[in-house]
């Protein structure tokens, strides 16, 4: 009889050890999913917009040919990498698609930076369709808006796989007072989803 009740009283201690140790880890899980592992937006920041084609073909209607090498820094501050796939970035002018720019997969590593680049052709007569193209030329800006949607997978500590996805929107402002002279800049936002 004695030790049957030292055996209840055993498994007793032993469940509630158990029950201890289960509460405490959980605990710590999800105090580190609301700190540490918290998805933090990432950093995207364009370097300059580089002129890598400028051609103007004379006849009527003239033909103009300009290509753009678009080169993008992101910084993911966070402690899980993003894998994603071919996607492609689409160019606007005034809400109409002007050029698409393919972006490659790639890894973009936990806590670091990646650079994605690509270079795209303008579509000029969709620019001569728009009737506000001839005043902005005027005025010497025109003010591109770049978005692209990536697809992929985040990975954190090398066991845990989330699909998420990236938003990313950068204005681009194309500034010319002559043809001799054309400054470029820009600026990206870039938001996660889970």
Same mark, same amino acid.
């Given at each position: 009889?004695?030790?049957?009740?030292? !055996?209840?009283?055993? =498994?007793? #201690?032993?469940?509630?050890?158990? *029950?201890?140790?289960?509460?405490?880890?959980?605990?710590?899980? +999800?105090?580190?999913?609301?700190? /540490? =592992?918290?998805?933090?937006?990432?950093?995207?920041?364009?370097?300059?917009?580089?002129?890598?084609?400028?051609?103007?073909?004379?006849? =009527?209607?003239? *033909?103009?040919?300009?290509?753009?090498?678009?080169?993008?820094?992101? @910084? $993911?501050? @966070?402690?899980?990498?993003?894998?994603?796939?071919?996607?492609?970035? $689409?160019? !606007?002018?005034?809400?109409?698609?002007?050029?698409?720019?393919? /972006?490659?997969?790639?890894? #973009?590593? !936990?806590?670091?930076?990646? @650079?994605?680049?690509?270079?795209?052709?303008?579509?000029? %007569?969709?620019?001569?369709? $728009?009737?506000?193209?001839?005043?902005?030329?005027? +005025?010497?800006?025109? $003010?591109?808006?770049?978005?692209?949607?990536?697809?992929?997978?985040?990975? +954190?500590?090398?066991?845990?796989?989330?699909?998420?996805?990236?938003?990313?929107?950068?204005?681009?402002?194309?500034?010319?007072? %002559?043809?001799?002279? #054309?400054?470029?800049?820009?600026?990206?936002?870039?938001?996660?989803?889970?």
């Amino acid at each position: 009889m004695v030790s049957g009740g030292k !055996s209840h009283r055993d =498994l007793k #201690i032993c469940c509630g050890v158990t *029950i201890l140790r289960f509460i405490i880890v959980l605990t710590v899980l +999800v105090a580190l999913s609301l700190t /540490i =592992l918290k998805p933090k937006q990432p950093q995207v920041t364009p370097l300059p917009v580089t002129l890598e084609k400028f051609e103007l073909v004379p006849g =009527l209607p003239p *033909i103009l040919n300009v290509t753009l090498g678009i080169v993008v820094t992101i @910084n $993911n501050r @966070n402690y899980g990498s993003f894998k994603y796939g071919d996607t492609t970035a $689409n160019i !606007s002018y005034r809400g109409n698609v002007v050029a698409e720019a393919p /972006i490659e997969h790639g890894t #973009i590593p !936990s806590r670091g930076k990646h @650079n994605i680049s690509t270079s795209t052709e303008l579509s000029f %007569d969709k620019f001569l369709s $728009n009737p506000y193209f001839l005043m902005d030329v005027e +005025v010497g800006n025109l $003010n591109l808006t770049s978005s692209s949607i990536m697809h992929g997978k985040v990975r +954190v500590f090398e066991f845990l796989k989330i699909k998420a996805t990236t938003f990313t929107t950068c204005d681009i402002g194309v500034f010319f007072h %002559d043809l001799a002279m #054309i400054n470029i800049s820009s600026s990206c936002q870039s938001h996660i989803h889970l």
